[in-house]
């Protein structure tokens, strides 16, 4: 079936380091979103990339699709305590499903 | 308050007793879903419906039932839970099929013992 593939699974880094996620799919995709879920807590939406090349920026968050739209990345510039918690993404290959990265955990050290 | 809200929010139960976790969203969204969240494999999605009456098999439906006969409502049923069930459950609402955001409830940590 789809799948789409997150790594790394964890990250640790020190507060303001830079910190980056990548997803993959074999196949193209209509569509990739991104979430951020605080530990104990719910997927709470970011953003989400429609166009080939497309790149958004939120604040230090860097958010960016591939141009063969298969692949996207989350940048977070001088991370900060606050930015700790699992990222998510998740793709759509139609309007119905979506496919749900598994996640990298960060943790930032004060 | 815009919300989507589950219950129960936790629940011990045995193998074979038949559950239900609500769902309600007040946004009148027309699309939910519910996803299981494990270890090691990020959300997978059970169900989704996209309006009153529709009702779809997402990645993972095997042991679950869904209905949706009113719009703010999206209950999963586990007519007969195994212990391969326990797990986090999440269910979320988007405006519709289209529109990207998912907005989801806070969770239903289930036991299956």
């Known amino acids: 079936g789809q799948q789409v593939m997150q790594i790394p699974q964890y990250q640790h880094v020190q507060e303001g380091e830079d910190f980056t996620t990548y997803c993959n799919s074999s196949t193209t995709l209509s569509n990739i979103q991104w979430y951020k879920q605080r530990p104990g807590g719910h997927p709470v939406f970011l953003i989400q990339l429609v166009k080939s090349g497309e790149v958004k920026k939120q604040k230090r968050l860097t958010f960016q699709f591939g141009e063969a739209k298969k692949n996207s990345s989350l940048h977070i510039t001088a991370t900060q305590t606050t930015d700790v918690g699992t990222y998510f993404c998740?793709?759509?290959?139609?309007?119905?499903?979506?496919?749900f990265g598994s996640g990298t955990k960060l943790n930032v050290k004060p | 308050e815009a919300q989507v809200t589950q219950n129960p929010r936790y629940l011990i139960t045995v193998t074979g007793k038949k559950l239900t976790v609500t769902c309600s969203q007040n946004?009148?969204?027309?699309?939910m879903s519910w996803y299981r969240q494990d270890p090691g494999l990020g959300l997978r999605q059970i169900y989704y419906s996209m309006n009153v009456e529709v009702t779809d098999k997402g990645d993972v439906p095997e042991g679950y039932k869904v209905s949706r006969k009113e719009k703010r409502n999206f209950p999963l049923i586990l007519e007969s839970p195994s212990p391969n069930q326990t797990s986090l459950y999440f269910c979320a609402s988007s405006r519709d099929r289209n529109t990207g955001e998912l907005f989801f409830g806070e969770g239903s940590r289930l036991t299956v013992l």
């Open positions: 998740a793709g759509r290959y139609n309007f119905n499903k979506f496919y």
């Open positions: 946004m009148n969204h027309e699309y």
